[in-house]
């Protein structure tokens, strides 16, 4: 299994602002994503950060509006600009670790006023 | 496209089994199950890979029709600790991403 830690754990934001979300794993990986779940929704897959690359976004996802940076094997962010109140979501980082088995961090519970 | 999963919600007692079906529109490498509790991240369960394999762990277990693009979990002699909100993930040949399907809600009851 895998440690991850997200912070922060929940936020209430105006709208027009933006909120960046730290994901920190207790050891290297290789790839990290982001994933969005709205209540009682199923997760969306925002994009796959891998360490040294540009981010792959998901259709229906823009860099402009959910920047993402990886500077290590450890971390990651991820921006929510520009917030409006449907940008309202739980945001969710989670790594592979293992042959093919992704973990998951316990989320940013995110609303937009 | 999102896989789609059946039945959307089951409701059962304590002892009772269950069965929730995961269905693809597109080839598939591998199928996860992951379990979902109310305010918690979703929890890896098992991975079926590319060759119609079947798994179990403790009275859960699952299959994965590589064919059909079709995957079903098998809950056997239910406990109330397996309430909670499963999901699919999808693997397709050649992505190292997961899709999740629509979810099926699971409610034991003593």
């Known amino acids: 299994s895998a440690v991850i830690s997200q912070k922060p754990s929940r936020d209430i934001c105006q709208r027009g602002t933006s909120l960046t979300i730290q994901c920190q794993v207790d050891s290297q990986v290789t790839m990290m994503f982001w994933y969005r779940q709205q209540p009682g929704q199923s997760l969306t897959l925002i994009a796959t950060?891998?360490?040294?690359?540009?981010?792959?976004?998901e259709s229906g996802f823009v860099i402009d509006k959910f920047p993402i940076s990886r500077p290590n094997l450890t971390f990651s962010t991820l921006t929510v600009s520009n917030m409006s109140p449907e940008d309202s979501s739980i945001y969710l980082c989670?790594?592979?670790?293992?042959?093919?088995?992704?973990?998951f961090g316990p989320g940013t519970r995110l609303t937009v006023t | 496209q999102q896989p789609v999963q059946s039945p959307q919600a089951v409701i059962l007692r304590e002892g009772e089994d269950a069965v929730i079906n995961c269905s693809s529109s597109?080839?598939?490498?591998?199928v996860h199950w992951y379990r979902q509790k109310h305010g918690e991240a979703p929890v890896f369960l098992m991975i079926l890979l590319k060759g119609g394999e079947q798994k179990g762990h403790d009275k859960i277990s699952a299959s994965f029709n590589e064919k059909k693009q079709q995957s079903s979990l098998y809950l056997t002699a239910s406990q109330l600790s397996y309430s909670g909100t499963y999901f699919c993930g999808t693997e397709g040949l050649g992505t190292d991403k997961l899709i999740f399907g629509t979810g099926t809600r699971l409610q034991v009851f003593p």
């Open positions: 597109k080839a598939l490498y591998s």
């Open positions: 950060a891998n360490q040294g690359s540009e981010a792959t976004y």
């Open positions: 989670s790594v592979e670790r293992g042959p093919y088995e992704q973990y």
